[in-house]
């Protein structure tokens, strides 16, 4: 076991209240391997990129530049579009995965804090601001544990903070912090969130509040490391469906920007959460706290 991941090592880690509870699992030696997550974030990225590039534009709200007139604003569109592109190959290439898995960690950082952060604080009151930067922080949780699990050498010896046992902990917590984000705008936002959901499903408003409440639930459950596994596998799965369900037909019906976007900036977001559920593989799915640690397939 890394040193970092043992109980009361809280130097590099969050508060000591949630440290152990947040580092249950495998070492980050042992989760190297293309996951299901790992795969996925890295389809979804050649596909984004793919996207930046046809269309020529930024991923609609997601993406959107708080600069009018943005100075070479046909530059940091495709700068943006190649990066993604790049990085989701390079994550599929062993030689690559390193640096593709760092330069995509400080791409998602950058678009967080540059592109959604500032929302938060000038508008705090507005729950659409944490929603944005939520959306934004899963994918980031995602790409961040890959950079923790990859880091070489120099990284680990200068980066401690980021890398190795201590940054999935912390990307584990952005989880945590992430999620309540979106499940309070299915509260919030109840009627916009009823409009998305398809005509043929019965009972919208409960539905509404039901995924909602998972996503919170999902949060206490990581952070207080009850069936952690079971609880991010179980969030993965709900966004993907909701993906497929609400943003998909429009894909089909209308294929274009309009339809495209949406769809693939909500698969990034249940890819960033697949990522997250991989980091518990080798956890036993009804782990608690008390027993972290025991294995299971």
């Not at 269309?55 to 940091?76: H, M, V």
């Not at 050498?153 to 190795?164: D, I, N, P, T, Y």
């Not at 509040?209 to 999902?218: D, F, N, R, V």
Request: charged content about 10%; some cysteine.
């Amino acid at each position: 076991m890394d040193r970092s991941t043992q109980p009361g090592r809280t130097l590099l880690g969050p508060p000591a209240l949630f440290a152990d509870s947040l580092s249950i699992g495998p070492t980050t030696g042992n989760l190297a391997g293309m996951c299901l997550g790992h795969v996925l974030l890295a389809a979804v990225m050649i596909a984004l990129g793919i996207r930046g590039l046809l269309y020529g534009d930024f991923a609609s709200i997601w993406q959107r530049i708080p600069i009018e007139n943005l100075p070479g604003r046909q530059f940091f569109v495709y700068a943006c579009a190649v990066i993604e592109l790049g990085t989701g190959i390079g994550l599929l290439v062993r030689r690559t995965v390193r640096l593709s898995s760092c330069i995509l960690f400080v791409f998602l950082l950058l678009w967080a804090v540059l592109l959604k952060l500032p929302a938060v604080v000038l508008v705090p009151q507005m729950e659409a601001t944490w929603l944005g930067f939520g959306e934004i922080a899963v994918i980031l949780a995602g790409g961040w544990i890959l950079f923790a699990v990859y880091a070489g050498e120099w990284s680990r010896q200068h980066l401690k903070f980021e890398v190795g046992a201590s940054g999935v902990r912390w990307a584990r917590l952005l989880f945590v912090v992430s999620l309540p984000t979106i499940g309070l705008s299915h509260f919030v936002y109840a009627k916009e969130t009823v409009a998305f959901i398809p005509a043929w499903l019965p009972w919208h408003l409960a539905w509404a509040y039901l995924t909602g409440a998972g996503s919170i639930a999902t949060s206490l459950a990581v952070l207080f490391a009850v069936w952690p596994r079971l609880a991010a596998t179980l969030e993965a799965a709900m966004l993907s469906v909701i993906t497929l369900l609400v943003w998909l037909p429009g894909v089909i019906a209308a294929p274009g920007n309009d339809s495209v976007t949406p769809f693939l900036m909500s698969t990034a977001i249940a890819c960033g959460a697949w990522v997250v559920a991989d980091s518990y593989r080798g956890v036993a799915w009804l782990s608690v706290s008390a027993s972290r640690g025991n294995a299971a397939p």
